[in-house]
Each structure stands twice: as structure tokens, then as C-alpha cells.
């Protein structure tokens, strides 16, 4: 396609739009990215909410280039397939009908029946955020009349006009699809904690430390009150899914902060190993095998289960040249062609140790000692059964999953 010069008087030619923050909304919307749900009979949604994040990023980028009217069509679009998802999830039987583009997925029945079949979203749509919801309705009828060109307002050839550009101000425009992204990101945001609340309930510190790590990422509270209002989110905490969440979450034990960081970021400091075994009841067997290797050998950097997929770093900085970590299938075995054990590793050591049908890759600085290796057999001598039946159950879960999404496709 032939390349054209810009001319800002030519009317022939879109213009482009100076978005003031267009960038931080565009990293605002990671809030729902990150948002994944860990419901087993909802995951298929989250391909929902991510298409429904694209479209958000779209709008604002669509904009950003003078198809303002576009940008609206891709605003509405974010909202219409968060219910899409909503629906969906509540009638699974249907998603082949759905995917062969049938009809009967009118925005205006899936609502209907949302309304009929799904409680939660029955108490917030009509009872708790009612006033919320409708003003949502409101300011989507609004956008609608720049995607059907309704007024002089919304034609491009008035707009690009001599006269037009006395009546219609681009200021104007952009503050009205500020306001409507704005509005739109927090609608999304509020469909996703219909599916499950773990985005707003992990919001609450207390909360947090009560879980074990999660695919979910908490909102922030910037987000929050920037797109969903800390008063709207309020009264979302009082609905009878956050409430149901909140008491089953509430009745575990409250992670110090060195076993916090163990279990939501994988860091363990060789400096807080008392804190970690005052709660050693609370990890799993792989963050007590890792605790346990630091613990006897003040050498490692890196601890790698499932060929990489689960890293636990130490505080003990690795002095090779690459501290990148990489995953795969047999990624690590051209280290191991002649012994497992202290084997050269980008200016370090790295060794592996087999525990039956796993794999540990234990990264380090200076050679293993013969009491570190003694030590450390002792581990898995104690620990591999315990290990393998929660390999076993993991891939259990993920057969289950694959095999789920397999029938639906």
C-alpha cells in the first residue's frame, strides 16, 4: 500500500489523536490479563476475558490513529464478550453451537438468561450494583451513536471540515472516550469477579497471606478506584460469592513474610530459615525439599523441579556469567553426559539428583562437599515417595483439563 503524507487539512485522510496516558492505560489493562481464573470448569473463560483485554488495547490504539469510531465499536465489543463469556460458562452444552456462529447469541438473550440462570450475577445486576449497571447501559447507548453515526458529531467529513472544526473541538472527543474506556475497563474487570472473586479478594493483604500461590493476580488498589470506584467495589465485597470466598479463605493460617515470599514468588533466604520452619507445615513437598537443600549447602543459587517449570532462587547470588533459567523437556541433560554430580555450569557447578520419576537440578557456586552429598541423598531417600505422588496428582489434574478442552474444541 502506497504511503501517503500527512496533511492535517486534508479531509481525504484520517487523522491521528493525541490520547494523553494512552500507555498507562494500555499497562492498566494487565489488571485483566493477569486475572486468569484457576476454576477448573470456568478456564475456557479466560480465553474470553484476554480477547476481551485485546479489544480494550485495540480501542485505545484504533484511536490513537483518528478511527474513533472504530475504537468505540472495539470498546463495545470488550464489554459484550466478557457476558458472552459469562453465558457460556453457565451453558457449556452449547459452545459448539456458538462456535459454528448459530444464531440465539444476541446480546439481549444472553443477559435474559443470565438473569434466569446465574445467581451471582442475578443479585449484583439487579440488586447490589444495579445503579452501576445501569449507568454502564447508559454510557453504551452513548457510544453507540458514534458507531452508528448518529449526529454530525461523529462523521469524519464534519469533523475534518472548515467549519466543522470550530463546532466539533477534538478535546471534546477526547475526553468522552477517556470517560467511556474508563468505564469499559471496569466493566470487564466486574464480569471477571462474576466467574469467581480471587482478583478482589486477593486484594486484601490479609487475604493473600492466606493462600497458597495462584494463577490469579490480585487488582491493585489503583486500579480499583481508577476504574471500578472503591465505592462500587464495596458493595461488590458484600455480595454472597465474595463473602462465601472470604470465609473459606479466611479460616487458614496467616504466612510470615519469608515463608510469603516462598510460596507466591519462590524465593527462599538462607537469612529467615528459622521463620520458614516455624510454618514448614505450610509449604508443599517441593518447597521443603528446596528449603531443605539450602539449608545444608550455604552454595546454591537456583533449586529446578518439572525440567525447569518450577525455580526456587536463593538469596546466594549465582557467580556464573547466565543466570537466566530455561525450561523443557531435557534442557539441562548435556550438562550430565559424563556424572550428575558438580558438573561445570556457565562459570558455577550444577548437579542432579533423580528422586524416582523427577529430576532436581540444584544450581551452585562451588563443588559439592561429601557431607552436603550425604545430606542431600538423605533427602531423597526421605522425600521421593512424597514427591512423586504430588507429581502424580499434578498431572492428574492437567490430564483432566487437556482432556476437558479437548471434547469442548
Keep these: 500500500m502506497a504511503q501517503i503524507e500527512f496533511n492535517e487539512f486534508d479531509f481525504r485522510k484520517v487523522h491521528p489523536i493525541k490520547l494523553p496516558f494512552a500507555e498507562k492505560y494500555i499497562y492498566d489493562v494487565d489488571n485483566i490479563f493477569y486475572a486468569d481464573t484457576g476454576l477448573l470448569d470456568a478456564r475456557q473463560t479466560n480465553m474470553f476475558f484476554q480477547e476481551a483485554g485485546r479489544m480494550l488495547i485495540n480501542a485505545i490504539n484504533l484511536f490513537c490513529d483518528g478511527y474513533f469510531d472504530c475504537a468505540f465499536y472495539s470498546l463495545r465489543q470488550s464489554f459484550e464478550i466478557s457476558v458472552t463469556s459469562l453465558y457460556l460458562n453457565e451453558n457449556k452444552s452449547i459452545i ?11 446480546q439481549h438473550t444472553m443477559v435474559k438468561s443470565l438473569k434466569e440462570q446465574l445467581e451471582d450475577y442475578k443479585e449484583l445486576r439487579e440488586g447490589l450494583l444495579k445503579p452501576y449497571f445501569e449507568k454502564l447501559r447508559s454510557i453504551m447507548e452513548k457510544m453507540n451513536k458514534y458507531i452508528h453515526k448518529q449526529g454530525f458529531s461523529t462523521m469524519y467529513t464534519m469533523r475534518y471540515s472548515f467549519e466543522g472544526r470550530k463546532i466539533y473541538k477534538e478535546e471534546q472527543l477526547i475526553k468522552f472516550f ?12 466486574i464480569w471477571r469477579i462474576v466467574i469467581d472473586p480471587m482478583p478482589a479478594l486477593l486484594n486484601d493483604e490479609t487475604i493473600f497471606r492466606k493462600t497458597r500461590e495462584m494463577i490469579t493476580e490480585p487488582y491493585s488498589d489503583e486500579f480499583i478506584e481508577t476504574y471500578i470506584g472503591n465505592d462500587i467495589f464495596e458493595l461488590y465485597k458484600q455480595s454472597t460469592l465474595y463473602k462465601e470466598y472470604y470465609q473459606y479463605f479466611n479460616q487458614y493460617e ?12 519462590q524465593c527462599i533466604n538462607r537469612n529467615n530459615l528459622d521463620d520458614i520452619y516455624k510454618q514448614i507445615h505450610l509449604l508443599d513437598i517441593k518447597e521443603r525439599i528446596a528449603v531443605l537443600f539450602i539449608t545444608f549447602s550455604e552454595h546454591i543459587a537456583n533449586i529446578i523441579f518439572g525440567n525447569g517449570l518450577f525455580n ?9 556469567d547466565d543466570k537466566s533459567i530455561t525450561y523443557g523437556e531435557g534442557i539441562y541433560d548435556n550438562y550430565f553426559k559424563e556424572h550428575d554430580i558438580n558438573q561445570p555450569y556457565k562459570g558455577g557447578f550444577i ?3 533423580k528422586f524416582k520419576n523427577e529430576n532436581v537440578i540444584v544450581i551452585h557456586n562451588e563443588l559439592f562437599l561429601a557431607e552436603e552429598l550425604s545430606a542431600f541423598n538423605l533427602i531423597n531417600e526421605k522425600c521421593a515417595d512424597y514427591l512423586q505422588k504430588e507429581n502424580d496428582n499434578f498431572n492428574r489434574i492437567i490430564d483432566e483439563y487437556t482432556n476437558t478442552n479437548q471434547q469442548k474444541m
Design 96 to 106: 459448539d453451537k456458538w462456535n459454528k456462529k448459530q444464531s440465539g447469541f444476541e
Design 178 to 189: 477517556t470517560y467511556c474506556l474508563k468505564a469499559c475497563i471496569g466493566a470487564v474487570a
Design 254 to 265: 496467616e504466612q510470615n513474610g519469608a515463608v510469603f515470599y516462598l510460596i507466591h514468588y
Design 312 to 320: 526456587f532462587t536463593s538469596n546466594i547470588v549465582f557467580k556464573g
Design 351 to 353: 548437579s542432579r539428583f
